[in-house]
């Protein structure tokens, strides 16, 4: 096969594959590995190539904080925190909307997000049966707070994942970097879909009553076990905090975590295999197959000349045709093998473009493609599990009922990106965490007062405002 034949042939199964992604008519992960084959089968990849063209940094992270998560569901830790929250928020909807996004948010950033709704959308659709109101807006707030989480560390979403696998940035990297936008990011999305659905989350007092009937330490099944998990959890996050002075790979503190979990749970690790999402890591490792073909064929190295010709090779002009093209492509095709592509197309910039130091591409790069997922349903794997979770219960969510909600808050997200990483490019250290932590701080007094402002009083305890009622 000659190299122009080798070109047109990797770039149409690419293309093939990434369309059959999108439509859903076949499993991503088939679709992937049947990419791969072809790819393989034809000669555009001996094995060796397409083994080396696998990341198994990626691999090993996802794998080994799936073992981890998967045993510490068992506890019930996560729907102790959820219940806990709409406790906290006095039964009141407004406030349960904001507390549960709050933990899907931070449990988001230190565990995989689908993970994280799939534990908290079941936990929600009773409180909100409890309130008889609909969940609807709840599951939005929970998606849009699950991507907007991830977005904040290294771990918290597989294009992190994969930029961190690639790159020389960090766990602490992410944090210090991306952490402060997404506080500010996280509040004024919150603080805007109260104002959308202000008049919507309106419960009875004497159902809101109940919710404050509820215990959260009986959804604790297994207190020892408990223990055991977020010992070692505590144990893996600080190996992510100090991996790059350890210098050690994630990969390897998420295995040795799982490993340790393993150990002292005396789990079966056939049964705790079973918690590791095999789809996920196969269609990822049929994703780095095709997307390395066209690296090897030369169509990554074209692109990014054509980028840099845009661009005209300036780093800051290219951040932002990064951030903007990630976020609109990560709006309506997935962003993982969105992501899969654009990281050899930077690592090409940087090469050809003589731009030593990329990180201000990488940080477009995640908080494009992360933040773009809230776009549309479709944008992000976690919109995908709420949505057929909420049909399953017979409550649809229709593409266009979520995108006029989600799309202009995404577009928000990244106008407040663009300002950012433009701050970040002037101000980078501490000036940038520091100026942009005080924004978040100030932005967080002010929609505190501005909630008092614009919404009733609802705030107080429930056995209150029921005695209002029942007075009335």
Same mark, same amino acid.
Request: with cysteine; aromatic share 8%.
């Given at each position: 096969?000659?190299?122009?034949?080798? =070109? &047109?042939?990797?770039?149409?199964?690419?293309?093939? @594959?990434?369309?059959?992604?999108?439509?859903?008519? $076949?499993?991503?992960? %088939?679709?992937?590995?049947?990419?791969?084959? $072809?790819?393989?089968?034809?000669?555009?990849?001996?094995?060796?190539?397409?083994?080396?063209?696998?990341?198994?940094?990626?691999?090993?992270?996802?794998?080994?904080?799936?073992?981890?998560?998967?045993?510490?569901?068992?506890?019930?830790?996560?729907?102790?925190?959820?219940?806990?929250?709409?406790?906290?928020?006095?039964?009141?909807?407004?406030?349960?909307?904001?507390? #549960?996004?709050?933990?899907?948010?931070?449990?988001?950033?230190? #565990?995989?997000?689908?993970?994280?709704?799939?534990?908290?959308?079941?936990?929600?659709?009773?409180?909100a049966g409890q +309130?008889?109101?609909?969940?609807?807006?709840?599951?939005?707030?929970?998606?849009?707070?699950?991507?907007?989480?991830?977005?904040?560390?290294?771990?918290?979403?597989p294009p992190n994942?994969?930029?961190?696998?690639?790159?020389? +940035?960090?766990?602490?990297?992410?944090?210090?970097?991306?952490?402060?936008?997404?506080?500010?990011?996280?509040?004024?999305?919150?603080?805007?879909?109260?104002?959308?659905?202000?008049?919507?989350?309106?419960?009875?007092?004497?159902?809101?009553?109940?919710?404050?009937?509820?215990?959260?330490?009986?959804? &604790?099944?297994?207190?020892?076990?408990?223990?055991?998990?977020? %010992? %070692?959890?505590?144990?893996?996050?600080?190996?992510?905090?100090?991996?790059?002075?350890?210098?050690?790979?994630?990969?390897?503190?998420?295995?040795?975590?799982?490993? #340790?979990?393993?150990?002292?749970?005396?789990?079966?690790?056939?049964?705790a295999l079973h918690?590791?999402? /095999?789809?996920?890591?196969?269609?990822?490792?049929?994703?780095?197959?095709?997307?390395?073909?066209?690296?090897?064929?030369?169509?990554?190295?074209?692109? *990014?000349?054509?980028?840099?010709?845009?661009?005209?090779?300036?780093? =800051?002009?290219?951040?932002?045709?990064?951030? /903007?093209?990630?976020?609109?492509?990560?709006?309506?095709?997935?962003?993982?093998?969105? =992501?899969?592509?654009?990281?050899?197309?930077?690592?090409?910039?940087?090469?050809?473009?003589?731009?030593?130091?990329?990180?201000?591409?990488?940080?477009?790069?995640?908080?494009? *493609?992360?933040?773009?997922?809230?776009? @549309?349903?479709?944008?992000?794997?976690?919109?995908?599990?709420?949505?057929?979770? *909420?049909?399953?219960?017979?409550?649809? &969510?229709?593409?266009?009922?979520?995108?006029?909600?989600?799309?202009?808050?995404? $577009?928000?997200?990244?106008?407040?990106?663009?300002?950012?990483?433009?701050? /970040?490019?002037?101000?980078?250290?501490?000036?940038?965490?520091?100026?942009?932590?005080?924004?978040? *701080?100030?932005?967080?007094?002010?929609?505190?007062?501005?909630?008092?402002?614009?919404?009733?009083?609802?705030?107080?305890?429930?056995?209150?405002?029921?005695?209002?009622?029942?007075?009335?």
């Open positions: 096969m000659s190299e122009q034949t080798q =070109v &047109i042939f990797a770039t149409a199964v690419f293309l093939l @594959t990434y369309a059959v992604i999108v439509s859903e008519k $076949i499993h991503r992960a %088939v679709a992937a590995l049947v990419g791969a084959a $072809i790819l393989a089968l034809t000669g555009i990849l001996n094995p060796e190539e397409a083994t080396h063209a696998i990341d198994f940094n990626t691999i090993g992270l996802l794998v080994g904080m799936m073992i981890i998560v998967g045993i510490t569901r068992q506890t019930g830790v996560f729907e102790y925190l959820a219940v806990k929250a709409a406790r906290q928020a006095r039964g009141e909807p407004l406030r349960i909307m904001a507390a #549960l996004s709050l933990v899907t948010a931070v449990l988001s950033a230190f #565990l995989d997000n689908v993970t994280t709704v799939l534990l908290i959308v079941p936990v929600t659709f009773a409180i +309130l008889q109101i609909s969940p609807i807006p709840f599951l939005i707030a929970e998606i849009l707070a699950s991507n907007i989480g991830g977005t904040a560390t290294l771990i918290g979403d994942i994969m930029i961190g696998s690639q790159t020389h +940035l960090g766990f602490m990297d992410f944090v210090i970097n991306l952490t402060p936008v997404i506080i500010v990011i996280y509040i004024l999305t919150i603080f805007l879909l109260r104002l959308i659905y202000r008049r919507q989350l309106v419960a009875r007092p004497e159902l809101q009553e109940k919710i404050m009937l509820l215990n959260e330490r009986d959804e &604790i099944k297994d207190p020892v076990l408990l223990k055991k998990c977020l %010992v %070692v959890l505590f144990l893996t996050i600080m190996g992510f905090v100090l991996h790059q002075y350890l210098h050690l790979e994630s990969s390897v503190i998420a295995l040795s975590g799982a490993s #340790l979990l393993l150990l002292i749970t005396r789990e079966d690790p056939e049964h918690a590791v999402e /095999w789809p996920v890591i196969f269609f990822f490792v049929g994703l780095f197959v095709v997307v390395g073909a066209l690296e090897k064929v030369g169509v990554i190295e074209a692109v *990014a000349r054509f980028s840099l010709e845009i661009t005209q090779g300036q780093l =800051v002009p290219a951040a932002m045709l990064i951030l /903007w093209i990630s976020a609109l492509a990560s709006a309506f095709v997935d962003n993982i093998p969105f =992501v899969a592509t654009m990281i050899p197309l930077i690592h090409d910039m940087g090469r050809l473009g003589g731009m030593t130091n990329l990180d201000l591409l990488w940080w477009a790069l995640s908080l494009g *493609a992360c933040l773009g997922g809230n776009g @549309t349903i479709i944008g992000a794997s976690a919109n995908v599990v709420v949505i057929g979770m *909420a049909e399953k219960r017979g409550q649809p &969510i229709s593409f266009l009922g979520f995108m006029k909600v989600a799309f202009p808050l995404m $577009i928000m997200s990244i106008v407040i990106s663009t300002a950012y990483l433009l701050f /970040w490019y002037h101000y980078h250290g501490p000036v940038s965490l520091v100026g942009t932590l005080a924004a978040a *701080a100030v932005l967080g007094l002010v929609t505190v007062l501005l909630n008092n402002a614009l919404f009733r009083p609802q705030d107080r305890s429930a056995a209150k405002v029921l005695s209002k009622y029942n007075e009335a």
